[in-house]
């Protein structure tokens, strides 16, 4: 397999396409990003990284981040964490709030916001917000191998002023006691891990703990890896999540800043950022190049 | 690995079980099954079989047929099928008919009972019932390898005496234009597709379609086989789909009677049937004994 | 008061309207009806009656006929009717399947389509079809004094062929124990009842018993009387029924027809009929008339 | 009519009563009451006041302020306050923060909790809010022509504390662009409004300006008065709101302190208090003794 080639013609395909999605325009950091960007970085079972496009830009990974701060929160805290968070697709988006009050207050999953909120708030039962950040910082320059990867305080500050939505939810959770945190504290943890900037190439090598590969750094344990990855398929992409298993038949999880983590298990990790987003909040290109290069490398976990 | 002796492993451990779930009620077929039985039966990629308990009892596979109805539909129709049906999990198991008012008319998905009511709907544009019970047998038979499958006339019929929630699914389908045929004839076909019964060596050999391994029966394209596993995965268990994938790590599809059919893929097909369900609906000790089996074999789609 | 001008006025008001609303179209019966009808009737608890327009035309009375079924299943069955049937507003239209869902059966009240079929239900249960609707026509003939009153079948065949809603809606509350007939049964009485045709002058009449006041036909109790207007002022126009109080300030209930029954206890009964219909499905120029009547007539129940 | 023999017999029944209902408790100054109170007054309208009971007794009168509150932004308003609030019933209690969603951030009613915050925000938008508070007191002291009613500071506190539900609202009407103050300043002065003091005697004559009765204050225009009693009629009550309206027939708002506010147009002004509330968390006791009252004194506004 000729994985720069096929790198190259998905780039060429999505090149062509007329309709790029609509980029973010909740906060001007978002909303002034260019639609014209693309970039696909892949590392293989065997090391090796290749790319195409803008791969060396740095966007705001936004819910990307949801994977990391699952990972770290489940080395600190275990399997205690699934009494505050459910493991099941949520369903319609607007169930979102619906769905807390039917069911006490417990988040379907940890990849929507108000399940990422209270693991968030989970971690903060014990470390300071500093040192949440920190640790998580940490966590993401180890899996990258790399120490250039920050947090765009811009991003954070436009988020808290405009997350509404969010703080609804961080309240909502509180009444039922699930965040123990004040919402300020928490969602100020929050708003800044979302803000984390990161390259298609730092992306992807970040997401190499996730390949069950030889050779890979070893963050969790083989166990917890397939069950991240098995969140990540059935609640990754929102309302979205069946059509892209669908689809693309591999785990992975988008932000709204449009780039997308998609794990190939045993072959590859693979990024991919085009800021115009879909119906459903996930970047539209993206999706389509993930789509492409899967089945050019013959890459499912379905067979 | 010795799949043998992980069978036997997994009968003791699920006969030390205090608590099989309740056996589903509300036809007098269904609730008479004695809950102590049990039987798993597994099929490897070399093609040999190995089966442990009641594995040659038939029981009633109930929502099981969908993946077979499925794959016969999307022969006959081609994706245009997905004109009618969507593709992802549907959430709090409450929504389906909600949810059905909001997206006018098109089901979640095919393996929630209104999708299923429309995947066989649209077969009878072109198909008498008969006809189609007959093919979709076919199907199942050349499967399974073995012509000694049936449907139980008996279960058809109380199920359509008791099945009101499915016969008000089918009217307000119609209400939306997404029901083409009378609701009377297209339950009639449902109903008795859901009547089909079949031993666990039976249905282990039906899944071998879908294994995606060499000298297996090729049914479908292997395009197909992945979209089928994916569904399987991300909507088999209804509202313990994601709880399922992120435990199992397979694919799989139950069914009311107790049985589970699951796809390893490349490597097994694997029927489990233990009658009392948990909470969601699903066989209690089948999915534990997938649990345990996918464990000690080592099998997950997710690394 | 000079009621007889007011009329008039209204009626010249009306008529310059450029907005007619739309008429229902879901039966060719309705969808045929000229939207440029007007009829206003008044019965004064003098005894006298007063009409503008096409008051001799008979129109489809549809859901305010659940006024008279209510009456009369309320004297047949007395108070246990009321625990088949609530007696709350239902909130968003779209809610109605929903409720009965998480309410196990039990519809809001007798005024939503759900909440009347179990009306009809209850008293199918001592009565054949037949003679129930022998019975109905019975007591609006006399409410109206009045035998010219008939039932359109040829509106009852069509809602029947079209009715899937309703179907749903019975087949649902048959599998939460809340129908005691089979579907096809009730629904069979309840298109009937809602194809009962009337012109205005009689339906005004008809409405004669929910005055209170002296020399008017006492077909129930007054505190029965005071209960059903209480029905008509907080569910008697579905979504709409808080609108309908705020600005008309009178118990009322609509029909599908372009109907409106409205009580101004101990002063008037009133009936309207325009055809179009606004957003909430209510008669459009004819909520109107009634809020103009009422304004001018200074009545209100509310001061 | 012996309004006092009624008011003594009404005291006599409901001591009877093994069943008083449970006194809220999410804040310790409301759990702390002795639920043995018991008070109710009326004002008629030739102006006496009679009373029965604890009536001089002051407690906490919740929401029963959003009367007062709609009335006096209804003065600074004008009808565009409509813009923002709608004036139907919300139907289910769950549905509140679902139907902000569906409905684009506009509460149903003024008196459910999302309405309330929105029309005290809108007077924020021109008064600053110890400036409201202020003119919301001196309403609600004129109303009664007694100035020793005051807001309860400890309340308020305990309010803000607790309130996550609350917050969870505002900051939700906020994401719909439904709230223009920081949500902590409109439930700042929502709260302290929540916490003003009243005994049932002042209850009943700060409520005689809805009465419509010749020498009663007049505080707002009589159209004005009637829509406000049509909404307390229909939305007054909550998820209760239709029962009341069934069983009492007169327009009432309650609050969770366990008073009740009831209007007999054209006849009397009631206020009536004990502290322990029914499932729909109005008061037990002052409902059955509201609704054995009007029974007894012949009101009703449906005939």
């Known amino acids: 397999m000729d994985i720069a080639a096929i790198l ?3 780039r060429e395909s999505v090149g062509r396409s007329a309709d790029r999605g609509a980029v973010a325009n909740y906060i001007p950091e978002l909303a002034g990003v260019d ?9 293989l079972a065997d090391g090796s990284q290749h790319s195409v496009g803008d ?8 819910s990307v981040s949801k994977v990391f701060a699952l990972a770290l929160a489940l080395g600190r805290l275990g399997d205690r964490l699934w009494d505050r968070v459910g493991r099941e697709p949520s369903g319609l ?3 979102s709030i619906l769905q807390l009050e039917h069911e006490k207050g417990i988040p379907r999953n940890p990849f929507i916001n108000a399940g990422a909120i ?3 708030d989970a971690v903060l039962a014990t470390h300071a ?3 949440y950040l920190g640790e998580l910082l940490g966590f993401i320059r180890t899996a990258a191998g790399d120490d250039d990867i920050h947090i765009n305080q811009a991003v954070a500050r ?4 405009t997350g509404h939505r969010n703080f609804a939810l961080a309240h909502y959770l509180r009444a039922f006691g699930n965040l123990t945190n004040p ?15 990161m390259t298609c190439d730092q992306l992807a090598r970040a997401g190499r703990f996730l390949m069950e590969a030889p050779g890979m750094p070893r963050l969790v344990s083989p166990d917890r890896v397939r069950r991240i990855n098995a969140l990540m398929l059935t609640c990754g992409h929102y309302d979205g999540s069946g059509e892209f298993a669908f689809r693309v038949g591999l785990p992975g999880k988008s932000g709204v800043g449009g780039g997308i983590l998609t794990i190939a298990p045993g072959r590859a990790a693979i990024a991919v950022w085009s800021p115009g987003l879909n119906a459903q909040g996930n970047s539209k290109l993206g999706t389509e190049a993930v789509e492409m290069l899967a089945r050019r490398a013959g890459w499912s976990v379905f067979g």
């Open 183 to 197: 919402p300020e504290l928490t969602l100020g943890s929050y708003f800044h891990q979302c803000a984390v900037e």
């Open 55 to 62: 791969a060396g830009v740095p966007f705001s990974i936004q």
């Open 158 to 161: 436009s988020e808290t002023e």
């Open 118 to 120: 209270v693991v968030t």
């Open 8 to 10: 190259r013609e998905v």
């Open 129 to 131: 917000p500093r040192e």
């Open 93 to 95: 988006a607007f169930n």
């Open 35 to 43: 639609p014209g960007h693309f970039a696909m970085s892949v590392v």
